[in-house]
């Protein structure tokens, strides 16, 4: 079985990728919508596979910042796993680094990205048209909805 950051297979034969949900304070979480609808999603969220020596939270941070712009810090682990179709997913819920600061640009596999309260995240995620990843999705967006709250909670 391979390391957490390899990204090399893991027992399921899928690659590890690793991600982040951003919630900001307000309890609006962050969403891209993917270049041309790549793979049938609509809206999601921003993931990918580390660089060679990368840790798995270096690489979440480092994917959310490339895939929608926005600067962000981790909070915690979003627990489970968040398996899609070749990769075997893991993220973390994150909050903004600097709070309202302006989105820089984001590359070439995010056309656009957005805000949307959990209610509204919920019927963007449920426009994707991939059923393996509109679930997956929903999955994390209740997950991480369920940590956003127990954390606000403690406060």
């Keep these: 079985m391979a390391q957490a950051g390899s990204g090399a297979p893991i027992s399921s034969g899928l690659k590890l990728a690793f991600g982040g949900v951003v919630i900001r304070a307000d309890g609006r979480v962050l969403l891209r919508e993917p270049s041309n609808h790549y793979d049938g999603y609509v809206w999601t969220f921003p993931k990918g596979r580390p660089n060679s020596g990368e840790s798995p939270e270096a690489a979440a941070v480092r994917e959310v910042l490339e895939e929608t712009g926005l600067a962000a810090t981790i909070l915690s682990p979003i627990p ?31 056309s656009s990205v957005k805000w949307a309260t959990f209610e509204e995240a919920t019927v963007l995620i449920g426009m994707t048209t991939n059923l393996k990843g509109r679930l997956r999705d929903l999955t994390l967006l209740d997950v991480a909805h369920t940590e956003w709250n127990l954390r606000m909670n403690k406060r």
């Design 80 to 110: 489970g796993d968040f398996t899609g179709g070749t990769t075997s997913n893991h993220y973390y819920l994150m909050e903004e680094a600097d709070p309202g600061a302006s989105l820089l640009p984001h590359d070439h596999e995010t």
